[in-house]
C-alpha cells in the first residue's frame, strides 16, 4: 500500500503554470475523467481554485476529454471480463455524468452476453454447469463482475433459472 504524498510546501503558493505541468504530466500517463484529476492534483496541495481553471482550460483543448476517458475506460474494463453495470457503477465512482456513461456505453456496442460467455469459461472452463448448485455459484460469480441477469443467462447456456 502506498504512503500518502505530503503536499510540496510551495503547491500552496504555486501558479496556474505549475498546476498545468503537474496536470499534463499526469495525463501522459493515462487518461483521467475531470474529477478525478481535479482530486489527484488537489491531494498534491495545489489551490482549488487554481485546479479548477486548469481542468477547464485542459478540456476547452481537448487535451482532457471526459468522452475519451469513457471509451477507454469501458474498453478497457470489458477486455477485463467486466459487464456494463460494473463498469456503470466505476465511472460514477470517478464522477461521470450519466449521460456520458450512457452514450459511452452505446457507442461501445460490445456484445455483452459474449463477454459473460467468455469469462463464465474462462473461469470454470468449458463445459457448462452440471447441477444447480454449481449453476448458481457461477451465476453469482457473473452478477459479481456486473452483468445483467439477461446476460448471465446467456452465458450460462440452457437449464433451469435461478432466482437473481
Same mark, same amino acid.
Request: aromatic fraction near 6%; charge should be positive; hydrophobic fraction near 35%.
Given at each position: 500500500?502506498?504512503?500518502?504524498?505530503?503536499?510540496?510546501?510551495?503547491?500552496?503558493?504555486?501558479d496556474e503554470r505549475a498546476v498545468r505541468?503537474? !496536470?499534463?504530466a499526469l495525463l +501522459?500517463?493515462? $487518461?483521467? *475523467? /475531470?474529477?478525478?484529476?481535479?482530486? %489527484?492534483?488537489? #491531494?498534491? =496541495?495545489?489551490?482549488?481554485?487554481?485546479?479548477?481553471?486548469?481542468?477547464?482550460?485542459?478540456?476547452?483543448?481537448?487535451?482532457?476529454?471526459?468522452?475519451?476517458?469513457?471509451?477507454?475506460?469501458?474498453?478497457?474494463?470489458?477486455?477485463?471480463?467486466?459487464?456494463?453495470?460494473?463498469?456503470?457503477?466505476?465511472?460514477?465512482?470517478?464522477?461521470?455524468?450519466?449521460?456520458?456513461?450512457? !452514450?459511452?456505453?452505446?457507442? +461501445?456496442?460490445? $456484445?455483452? *452476453? /459474449?463477454?459473460?460467455?467468455?469469462? %463464465?469459461?474462462? #473461469?470454470? =472452463?468449458?463445459?457448462?454447469?452440471?447441477?444447480?448448485?454449481?449453476?448458481?455459484?457461477?451465476?453469482?460469480?457473473?452478477?459479481?463482475?456486473?452483468?445483467?441477469?439477461?446476460?448471465?443467462?446467456?452465458?450460462?447456456?440452457?437449464?433451469?433459472?435461478?432466482?437473481?
Open positions: 500500500m502506498r504512503r500518502p504524498r505530503k503536499p510540496d510546501a510551495a503547491a500552496g503558493e504555486a505541468t503537474a !496536470a499534463l +501522459a500517463g493515462r $487518461d483521467f *475523467a /475531470r474529477l478525478e484529476l481535479a482530486q %489527484r492534483l488537489l #491531494r498534491r =496541495g495545489f489551490p482549488s481554485g487554481t485546479v479548477a481553471s486548469v481542468v477547464e482550460g485542459l478540456s476547452a483543448q481537448r487535451l482532457l476529454s471526459e468522452t475519451r476517458f469513457v471509451e477507454q475506460f469501458i474498453r478497457q474494463h470489458a477486455g477485463r471480463g467486466h459487464g456494463p453495470v460494473r463498469i456503470r457503477m466505476e465511472l460514477r465512482e470517478r464522477g461521470v455524468s450519466d449521460t456520458d456513461i450512457e !452514450a459511452g456505453l452505446e457507442t +461501445a456496442a460490445e $456484445d455483452w *452476453a /459474449r463477454i459473460a460467455r467468455e469469462t %463464465r469459461r474462462r #473461469r470454470f =472452463g468449458e463445459s457448462p454447469p452440471g447441477d444447480y448448485r454449481e449453476r448458481a455459484r457461477q451465476a453469482r460469480f457473473l452478477q459479481y463482475r456486473g452483468f445483467s441477469a439477461e446476460q448471465v443467462r446467456a452465458a450460462l447456456g440452457p437449464g433451469e433459472d435461478i432466482e437473481s
